[in-house]
DNA sequence: CACCAGGCAAGTA
DNA sequence: TACTTGCATGGT
């Protein structure tokens, strides 16, 4: 990333230190919150995940035997609770079929065999497919999200409706092809974008960073 | 009150 | 292919 991009991964890491993404304690909660962030606040996620924790239901098996309006309901405060029970349970359904509801059998897949089985899924799109694969799997594949999008094109790095292949070519080619780089790198992205790069400002706030 | 948040799918032309 | 719309809570 070396003059390809004035933000580079070792500015933001000096400026804010590690982000210890994803916070989740264990794979299979990193997989559930990748869903339930789709569009939505992280602090909302939690209380949906608090939620499931309380009734001890965060697993593939207990949300597996879970009716969706159930399921729904315990989900409500991530918001658009029908539509993510009927995403989380699809995936459900799909780590059932696919890998017996096993992690460790899941992450013997091949990434990109993988990526595409995902996507085939529906509810799960490129980020949140990528999301489960470097956060949940450790594997080496970059996330765009919103924030990404947005920082790459106020630097005019990226055009606003840029694919979502384009943007991520973009950091793979100019970067080590490593999970925890990878992993880091997206993190700080978003806490830039939190912080500094705002939607309806396209000047930002000052960049800390330069 | 308005606007936004770690998207995605389905419908339309 | 390229728009447009529905989905929904909670924080600022």
């Known amino acids: ?9 070792k500015k933001l890491y000096n400026y804010f230190g590690p982000q ?10 990193v997989m559930v919150g990748a869903i339930l962030t789709q569009n939505t606040s992280w602090q909302n996620v939690e209380k949906a995940i608090k939620n499931l924790k309380k009734h001890k239901l965060l697993s593939p098996g207990k949300l597996n035997k879970l009716k969706n309006n159930s399921l729904a309901l315990r989900i409500k405060p991530a918001g658009y609770y029908n ?15 696919e890998f017996g509801a096993d992690i460790g059998k899941m ?8 990526r595409k089985k995902l996507i085939a899924v529906n509810g799960i799109g490129q980020e949140t497919a990528d999301s489960i694969l470097l956060y949940a799997l450790n594997k080496p594949v970059f996330v765009v999200d919103a924030y990404t999008r947005r920082i790459l094109c106020r630097h005019g790095k990226a055009k606003k ?5 384009e943007i991520q070519g973009l950091f793979v ?6 999970a925890k780089l990878f992993n880091e790198y997206h993190a ?14 396209p000047q930002c706030k000052e960049c800390p960073l330069k």
Not at 85 to 97: S, T, Y
């Open 1 to 9: 990333m070396i003059k390809f991009f004035p933000v580079t991964y």
């Open 20 to 29: 210890r993404w994803w916070p989740a304690k264990t794979p299979f909660e």
């Open 83 to 97: 539509v993510k029970a009927k995403r989380l349970k699809n995936f459900i359904d799909f780590l059932f079929k």
């Open 107 to 114: 992450r013997l897949a091949e990434p990109l065999d993988l």
């Open 161 to 165: 409706d840029a694919a979502y292949e």
């Open 173 to 178: 080619k100019n970067l080590r092809n490593n």
């Open 188 to 201: 700080l992205l978003v806490r830039l974008g939190k912080e500094f790069c705002f939607k309806n400002d």
